[in-house]
Every structure is written in C-alpha cells, then in structure tokens.
C-alpha cells in the first residue's frame, strides 16, 4: 500500500483539483484538433504544458506512475511538437492519449477515496505503448533534430553567454529535503515571465538523484526576462519557496545594472545570526518600490476555497435570514408602533439581502465545465458506433449553483449517450434519404427563465417510435389502462419508467433498462424536472429545469385559509383586485380574466389544495399573475401578505412516494413565528393544472 509523502497532504486537495481540470483541457484540445486533424503550434503548446505541469506536480506528490505515463505522453508531443503534420498520418495518438487521460483521471478517484492508503496501479503496458508510439513517430519524421546534450553539474551552460541572458546559483535551505523538486517549482514559478534557456542540473524533474549534486554545487538557471526586466525575476526567485540565498553568475542583460556575484551562504552569514538571503542589487530595490507603490495591482486575485467551508457559510446565511425574519415578524411587536426599531429592520434587511446576493454569486457557476465534458462521450461514441455526429454547445455560460452542477454530470452523460445511441440514424444513407445532412448533431442548450434553468438535450435524429414504445410497454405490463387512452406526451414519459427499453439486444451503452430513470430521480433529487418532447424523423429534446439554487429564494407570502403559501419572486409578474367586467368564462366552465387585451386562466388555490377557506369569491380576495415555461396564469389567494428571503428546506424523503413536487409544490420554509410555510413550485403548478 501506498501514502501521501510527509507534508503533502494539505497539497493533495489541489493537486486533485488542477490536475482534474487540466485533464478535461488536454481532453477538450484533443477532441478539437482531432476533428481538425492538425495541431497548431499554440495546441502543440498547451498539451505540452499540460503534461509537463502534471507530470512535476504528481512527481511531488510522491505519485511516481502517474509521473511516469505522464513523462511519456510529454516525450510523444515533443516530437510531434517538431514536426506538427505528423498527426495527419498518426490518428493513434489520440486514441492513445485519450486512454492516458481515462488512466490518470481513475487513478485520481482511487486516490482520493482512499487517501491514507491506496495500491499505485502498475501502469508498465501504457508505458510500453507511449514507448512504442514515440519510436514509430521518430521513424515517420524526416530527419529530426536531436536534443542538445545535457551540460555536465556545476558547469555554465553555453546559454550563459546569450544576448540578454542572466545566470543564476540558487541555494535552497539546509535539510528541506527533495531539492530536485523544489528547483522544479522555482522553474515553473519564473516561466511565465521568462524564457529558461537551460538549467544545471537538466533534469530536476525526473530525476531524483540530482539533489544530492544541487546540494553540493546549488542550481544554475539560465533565463531571459520576456515581459519584465531580469530583476523583476531576481526577486520571483528570491521569494520562492525554501530558497535560502541566490547568485548572479554571470550576465549579458542591462549593464547598467551592478552584477554582484556572491558567496555560498555559509561562508557570508554571521555566526551570531542566521543564515539571510542574498543582498538585494540596486535594481531590486527600485523595482520593490515600483511595486509597493503600485499597490493591490501585484497582488493574487483569485483563490481557491473548500466547498464545504462555502456550504457552512451558506448554512450560516440561511439561519440569519430565519432568525431575521423571527425578529422582525415576532407576534409580541403587533400593533405596536417601533420608528426607530422599524428603521433598524429595514437596514437589517438590507445588509442581510447583500450577504445573501454575495454568498450566492460565490457558489455560482457557468455550466461550461459540465457542458465541454459531453464533448468526449460524443466523440468516443462516435468512434465506436461508427457514427457522423458532433456536439453543439449553446448557453455554456449560464451560471447555477454549485451544488447543482456537481449533481448534473451523470444524468447530461445518460442522455447524451440516449441522443448517440438511439436518436441518431445507424447510417449516413438513412439520413440521406430523409433529406438530412450527413453529419448529425447533439446540442446542449441552457438558458435562465423565472428564477430556473432550462437545458436541453436534443438531437436530429430519427425520434421516438411512440408505437413501438407502446408496445413495449404494454408487453412488459407496464399499463394500467387501455392503450388507446394514453396521449402522446405519456406515451414518451414512458421512456422515463424503470426498467423501460426499446432495445432489443443489451450493447456497451444501452439495452438493460435502467439509465433514463436514474436519471429523472437525480434530477429531481436537486429540484428539477424532465420532460421529453419527440417527433418522428426529425428528432428528439430531453428538456430539464432545475432551480437556480437550492436554498434562499426571495418569496412573496399568500394567505388562503390558515395556510401561508409562498411564491418565488422570479415567478411573480403582478398582483392586482379582481373587477368583475374582466371575467370571462371559457366552454370548458374554466374562470379567466381579461388584463390589458389578453386573457389569462385562473387557478384558485384553496381548490388545487383541498385549503378549508371563507374567501371563495374573487372579488374579495387577490389575483397574483404568474409565469412559468413561457405560460402566463392568475393564482387566486384570501391575501397578500408581503415580499420576504425564505430558506428553502426539502421535503422529507418518505413523502416522495406521494410525487409531490408534480402536484406544484418545491419545498417549505420556517416563518418568523415559527410556523410552516409551503413554497410553490410555479412550473409544475401551471404543467399539471
């Protein structure tokens, strides 16, 4: 069994998260140029970035065979990165990359559930394969240079003596231990300001041996400044992690600049003190005060949090706003009149809507992430059934909670493999011969509506059979009513049901039945719906609303009988009193009411609740005009009690069995005094009416 090297394991968290990002990068690049079949150089680049960082990163880590695969997939772009057309006759790569990918990103999950002790996967025949790769690319290249040989220790490379270029001896602190690694994040540290022409030791990296010898002799780095001076990158080096002292060797850059060569640490430190680091040049300092003086601009911007600190911070808000709302709606203050107490309430609501609007923009986030991940199921799809399609994104950038996009992984997975697998046509002459585009497409789609998010899965493929999805059904003795009384949109919510599949024979990706139920209860499970909308031979939308947060919403408080209802805000278009000439009834005994030339439904509460109530005459109670999925309907209420954030609590999970949530209801929240409120799902209120 394997453990975290000492002192790393604050770091693991990090690691986990960059590299699980950059994965997804390295993914995205691949899928892009593969479909391009060329790499340009700025790709070329990237890749070779992202293997590079990952692989100094997990040598750190102490995790030496995803060091390893990641060191080989570094060698095969290094080749490729001299000779780019390459590719065009090397379509193995990419598969081979991929598999790295899909290694690296397991080995990760093993990792992080089992952090104490883990069994390091052997990954000897990926290796093998990367090996293999790069020689059967050496031998396809015409001549390739050769990589300059390696500068013996202690010695200055050639480089030193380039226009510009500024040698340094870094000394790093006595007994930090693993000196080769901490030389190989000093390079990473200036590499984006400067342009490294060599480095004595040359392989700190990989190569563990080497800190003995950086010990002994320090390490030499030669580099350029690109877009600051080479003092700014004196004092990068300066302030990096365990560097002790430093040295300039010898330099060609600004002579206007004092060279100061300077001695070991121990020789130059006094007895009495401890060991300090080199003295700053004249032009440090300089660039210090530039700094210092330029103030915030230097400084970092951004930082990564925990999420389960944001969530306690969440928690903490929606206790606030609970016991806000107790203090401020507490039954011992009716009827009296408090000026002062009344002017404090307003200002407290006011700071506690700021601190709600800010936590809530910390846990948002775009769906982008989740979004370019179905780029590599299309695309490994596409190769395995022998399918023309491609992935179209549209709205990636709509921002949801956190927690939410977490949870949308798996069911976007599902139904995007559903889109792949059973929408789109088997071949290109199929879709030829309906006048199609040979090429077919899966589209991702999102956008905000009433305080909710709609995505949509759809493709142009054939559509759904609702014939042959009846049959199935009803041969599985899955009906409970004659077959002819079922409508077309229950017919395609059969799909949805467990165990349903139109599948004859099981493949890698459907046939067994499950999937598309799984799928609906994780999507309700974070407050969300899906629907399925299909027609034959042109396609078929997998439609998804979920909420936009699943905690503090701003409400508008109705009263019917002894019930307090509340309304999310973002559903909310108007209140208004009911006049009797703008009452109409419609063929079916259905009210509606007549509002600036549009005629609007209305839904009187207390009946679609079963509430006990003595306001059943519309003109003595409230109209509250809602809106959801592009519907507009009139809510009928005894009153209106006001506007308020409530703190959105779940219902319990055995009341699930009772499908609630389609009868129109989301949740409920505790009041000021204690009581229930329950908060109305204004999506399905309008959908099931």
């Not at 709302?325 to 407290?348: H, I």
């Not at 179209?392 to 977490?406: Q, W």
Request: aromatic fraction near 4%; charged fraction near 25%; include cysteine.
């Amino acid at each position: 069994m394997a453990k975290i090297e000492p002192g790393m394991e604050s770091m693991l968290d990090m690691y986990i998260f960059e590299t699980g990002s950059m994965l997804e990068q390295l993914d995205e690049i691949l899928i892009r140029t593969e479909g391009a079949n060329t790499f340009i150089e700025e790709d070329i680049n990237e890749v070779f970035r992202i293997m590079h960082t990952i692989k100094g990163s997990s040598a750190m880590m102490g995790f030496d065979n995803l060091q390893k695969i990641a060191h080989k997939g570094e060698d095969l772009f290094f080749i490729i990165r001299e000779k780019p057309e390459l590719v065009k006759d090397a379509q193995f790569v990419y598969e081979l990359i991929f598999t790295v990918s899909d290694l690296y990103k397991a080995e990760i999950d093993i990792i992080q559930s089992s952090p104490e002790d883990f069994e390091p996967t052997d990954f000897s025949d990926i290796i093998s394969r990367l090996e293999s790769a790069a020689k059967q690319l050496k031998a396809m290249e015409d001549g390739g240079a050769a990589p300059a040989a390696a500068t013996g220790s202690g010695e200055l490379p050639p480089e030193s003596a380039a226009d510009g270029a500024m040698t340094v001896r870094v000394h790093f602190e006595a007994g930090c231990g693993m000196e080769n690694l901490r030389a190989f994040l000093l390079l990473n540290k200036i590499k984006d300001d400067a342009e490294i022409l060599a480095c004595v030791p040359p392989d700190v990296e990989t190569n563990a041996d080497t800190a003995k010898d950086i010990i002994e002799n320090g390490f030499i780095v030669v580099f350029r400044a690109t877009e600051v001076t080479n003092e700014d990158i004196l004092t990068l080096i300066e302030d990096a992690v365990n560097v002790e002292s430093y040295e300039v060797v010898n330099t060609k850059s600004e002579p206007s600049a004092p060279v100061q060569a300077e001695a070991k640490p121990e020789e130059t430190k006094p007895e009495s003190t401890p060991a300090p680091k080199a003295e700053k040049s004249a032009a440090q300092k300089t660039q210090e005060e530039i700094k210092k003086a330029a103030g915030s601009g230097q400084k970092q911007s951004l930082i990564s949090v925990n999420l389960a600190k944001l969530d306690l911070l969440h928690d903490i808000v929606g206790e606030i706003i609970t016991t806000e709302s107790m203090v401020t709606a507490n039954p011992d203050l009716e009827g009296l009149k408090l000026e002062n107490f009344s002017k404090a309430a307003r200002q407290l609501r006011k700071l506690t809507d700021e601190l709600q609007d800010t936590v809530m923009s910390i846990r948002m986030v775009p769906l982008a992430g989740v979004f370019q991940k179905m780029g590599r199921v299309v695309r490994d799809m596409k190769v395995k059934l022998n399918k023309d399609a491609e992935l179209i994104l549209e709205g990636e950038n709509t921002e949801v909670d956190k927690s939410i996009v977490d949870m949308l992984n798996d069911p976007l997975m599902h139904l995007v493999r559903n889109c792949m697998d059973h929408g789109i046509e088997d071949t290109v002459d199929e879709r030829i011969a309906k006048g199609k585009p040979a090429k077919a497409y899966v589209k991702l789609a999102a956008r905000n509506a009433s305080g909710e998010v709609i995505i949509t899965v759809s493709d142009d493929g054939a559509g759904i059979d609702k014939k042959k999805v009846l049959a199935k059904a009803q041969k599985n003795g899955m009906l409970s009513r004659p077959a002819e009384d079922y409508s077309a949109k229950e017919i395609l919510n059969m799909i949805l049901l467990p165990g349903f599949s139109t599948n004859e024979q099981v493949t890698e990706y459907s046939g067994r039945g499950v999937g598309m139920d799984v799928v609906k209860s994780n999507i309700e499970q974070i407050g969300g719906t899906l629907t399925v909308e299909s027609e034959e031979g042109k396609g078929t939308s997998f439609i998804i609303k979920i909420p936009l947060t699943l905690a503090i919403v701003d409400g508008m408080k109705l009263q019917v009988g002894d019930t307090v209802l509340t309304v999310p805000i973002s559903s909310v278009r108007e209140s208004l009193m009911v006049n009797e000439n703008r009452l109409l009834t419609d063929t079916e005994s259905g009210e509606m009411i007549m509002i600036r030339g549009t005629c609007y439904p209305i839904l009187r509460l207390h009946e679609k609740f079963k509430m006990q109530t003595d306001v059943t005459d519309l003109k003595q109670g409230i109209l509250l005009v809602v809106k959801a999925g592009g519907k507009d309907i009139c809510l009928f209420a005894d009153k209106l009690i006001g506007e308020q954030p409530v703190v959105v609590k779940p219902f319990p999970k055995f009341l699930s069995r009772y499908n609630i949530k389609q009868q129109g209801l989301s949740g409920c929240t505790i009041m000021g005094d204690g009581s229930i409120s329950l908060i109305i799902d204004v999506n399905n209120l309008i959908n099931t009416d």
